[in-house]
């Protein structure tokens, strides 16, 4: 019997095609890249890993991008192998690490590599699921790492979701790794159904005449004309409700609400969900705040929907969840609030919730017992929380800079969640239509099924430190060119190069032909590197090139001026000027009845004559827009009905104000330009502009300008690909010798005759993994965090990995604290400094600035306060942190306290504060989640 029968004989359902077909490679001995839809069942392939390691006596690795995932894989392994075959890592937990399969977050096993760890011997597979997190901006790089310092002998299962360039990131795999099988799969086991919900109706996305086998063209589906109907009139009756309203402002009725065409309120929406049969479902929703505010309305509501029965199995699972949680904390958390809404089948799911909350929905939703899951998008990463539907409210998200559309990639990945196996027929997206949402562009997203992956890959100071420790200068130059980052740099330079190659061959034919069409009229050719400017025919092109240059770069010039005139113009206006609109549908006069609120981009909002209401920009006009007269506007000006805009619309054109006749023309900047001026002259005195445009010779040398412009561009492209990774680890390499981080030594194997040496400091550094790892560093050696007690030093500790959603630092001297704090945090802050403006001479970006907005929070946690009084602290205008930030962070303090401990050692005055400092932190919900 095969070690795949044998596994398969203890699964009670049949592996898939795909499924198969990636146990039997790995089985023969190849690593294996799978990737397929969300829920297809991916996870298999990395359990029959685990079971290859454990039937040949060696070890395997299960690492999982996240800690909620490690902690749900640690389950679902041991509920199968068993306690004493099973361990978990993960910065926050150490259960059974010597066992031979332990579960962790990436990070781990890239830092075990990095210390050459013993845990590593014996290691035979490694599982990297959720391996498309290589394309993260932040964490991506990790992924890399492990997947290029993992030894030859391991065979490394990357499981991945859908991605359009599989094969591209296999062959990267098997370049690095050598034999790779790469087993994609894109069908989905259980086929996903696309809706809108346009007030209380559902209906399908695409029109179900596309469905019947003589429409089966093989095109992308219509979108249906029914919903596009419904739309349309939903609008009409939004736009009848607002003019009514209109009306009985003005006749002293009594407002009313919610008209004809209002979206749905949540509450309704969850029992439209109810009466289609979409139960249970996910509302992505990409804001915190916006998840507790829409379980708020459905409590307020009195939704339910649970049996008393089902309430009273949510509370033994409530009850066990909470078992850690002391009374008093519970009143800060506000469990019976909580309590109540999981009591009906409703629930919030975010970052900002403690783990134990967001461990509790999950088990009561998995068991069926939550029916309505309000969520951010961080519950789609892989966490096994299917739904048969899933809810779209918006197509926008904040990215931490801006307000973003959501990519087709992201829409897969949430919409992924519909769909349970084994239970659903099939599974729902539904997206809740409002006026922003056009069906035609959900259509797109729901129609692209795959996104490519791109590597985030970038050398740092931690890494840089451990590939010269390990591989020497070569040996690091040449890891970051196997990088996936580089590889798919050169496969696009493989392209340029070749086009690169194939102008210059054509550039030397097309020369050797213009040289003898040149003499065959009595002209030099010129072009040669001794030639005068201008000199012989190819110099007359050049000056021709250089005349239209210099014309473009006039115009631009000429069109930016323009434009700063007219926005310059546009923030002026004041309410009651009259303007004229030059161009598009509404052109005519135009009175401004709100001015513009944004300098940047002013947009004043006008009524012109026939009675068309709207915002006009830099785009409406060609010149800046001039004042024509001023118009009296009633205080409350009715713009917003019909009848409203056709009254200003007509007393506009009883103000007798005309539009202008036209503007007479400027002269242009050409004529005025010396350098212009001289270049012509030059040009109608060469001997060559005697010749006839229609010649021959201009048509070749046409083309030989297209050629150098396509060889300039290419060459570009190539030296911008190929030199990035290279010049920024020389930057990176340039600040660590200033500190004193490496040193140069001679070397006559190295291709330089010298290598970089760590020195006892850059071994310090090579342990510390943190966004903040030089600061924190240079001021382990410089001392100043020696005399703290342990609560001070986790508040200084907490400025290196803290960041604000808001700009809250304000200074050393400002904030509350101990003087050994303050004095403690100002030096941080001083070394901050040095190492920035070390790291702008070697033009490194800078370190992110220490942030103090939880430091004053975690050392009055640390010294033994309450709970309450640590939030209010760690709040920002006013606001308490809510419980899961306030663990998420604790957790990273004690992360980077635990690393400097290891760093100076136990004994040392330090290490001895780092150790009593975690300890102080660890109590209470800090304990109650770390296990």
Known sequence: MTHLDAFTSLLDFGLDDFQRRACEALEAGHGVLVCAPTGAGKTIVGEFAVHLALAGGTKCFYTTPIKALSNQKYADLVAVH????????????????????????????????????????????????????????????????????LEPSVRVVSLSATVSNAEEFGDWIQTVRGDTSVIVDEHRPVPLSQHMLVGNRLFDLFDPAD????????????VNPDLKRQIRHRILLAEDDREARGRGRRSGAPRHRGGRGAVLSRPHMVGVLDREGLLPAIDFIFSRAGCDAALSQCLRSGLSLLAPEEAAAVDEVVDRHLSDLSPGDADVLGVDEWREGLRRGLAAHH????????????????????????????????????????????????????????TPGEYTQLTGRAGRRGIDVEGHAVVVWTPEVVPEE????????????????????????????????????????????????????????????????????????????????????????????????????????????????????????????????????????VIAVPVGRHRGLAVVVEPATQAADPKPLVVTEDAWCGRVALRDFVNPPEVLGNMRLPKNADRRTGRGRRD??????????????????????????????ALRRTLREHPAHQLDNGDELFRLAERRNRLL????????????RTSTLGITFD?????????????????????????????DAGR???????????????????????????????????ALVFESRRDSYGGIDTMPGSRSLRVALGATVDIWNRVTAVEARHRVTPTREPDTGFSLAVATWASGRSLTEALVLAGERGQLLSPGDFVRWNRQVIDLLEQIRLCVGTDTRLGGTARAAVKAIRRGVVAAELG
């Open 82 to 149: 068993g306690h004493e075959s099973v361990g978990l890592l993960t910065g926050d937990s150490s259960i059974n690490p010597d066992a031979p399969v332990v579960v962790m977050t990436t990070e781990v096993v890239r830092n075990m590599i990095y210390a050459e760890s013993r845990a590593l011997d014996g290691l035979s597979h490694v599982v990297m699921d959720e391996v498309h997190f290589l394309a993260d901006r932040f964490r991506g790089a990790v992924w890399e790492e492990v997947i290029l310092h």
């Open 211 to 222: 469905r019947a086998p003589e429409r089966r063209t093989g095109a992308r589906p219509r």
């Open 351 to 406: 970052a900002g919730l403690l783990p134990m909350f967001r461990h509790a929905v999950e088990e009561l939703f998995v068991k069926g017992l939550v029916k309505m899951v309000f969520a951010t998008e961080t519950l789609a990463l892989g966490i096994n929380m299917p739904a048969r539907s899933v809810v779209l409210q918006r197509l926008v998200k904040y990215n931490g800079e801006s307000h973003v559309d959501l």
């Open 442 to 577: 959900v259509a797109g997203l729901a129609g692209a099924r795959t996104f490519p992956l791109r590597s985030s890959f970038s050398p740092e100071y931690n890494m840089a430190v451990n590939l010269l420790d390990r591989l020497g200068l070569d040996g690091a130059r040449e890891l970051l060119h196997r990088s996936f980052a580089q590889f798919q740099a050169d496969r696009s330079v493989v392209g340029q190069a070749r086009k690169l190659h194939e102008s210059q061959r054509a550039l030397r034919r097309l020369d050797a032909e213009l040289a003898r069409a040149a003499e065959a009229r009595g002209l030099e050719p010129g072009g040669g590197e001794d030639a005068e400017p201008y000199e012989g025919f190819l110099g007359y092109i050049t000056l021709r090139e250089d005349i239209r240059r210099r014309e473009r770069d006039l115009k631009y010039r000429k069109r930016i001026h323009t434009e700063d005139a007219i926005v310059a113009d546009l923030a002026a206006l004041k309410r009651g000027h």
């Open 648 to 677: 200003l619309a007509s007393a506009l054109r009883s103000t007798g104000i005309e539009m202008p006749r036209g503007r007479s023309k400027k002269r242009s900047d050409a004529a005025d330009d010396p350098e212009l001026r």
């Open 709 to 720: 412009r396509d060889i300039v561009n290419a060459e570009r492209a190539i030296g911008e």
């Open 731 to 759: 930057h990176i390499v340039g600040v660590l010798t200033e500190l004193g981080y490496l040193e140069k030594v001679r070397d006559a194997s190295e291709s330089t005759g010298h290598t970089m040496r760590v020195t």
């Open 764 to 798: 310090v550094l090579s342990r510390i993994y943190s966004e903040s790892d030089l600061v924190v560093t240079e001021c382990i050696r410089a001392g100043v965090w020696e005399e703290l007690s342990p609560s001070d030093l986790a508040a200084v500790v907490a």
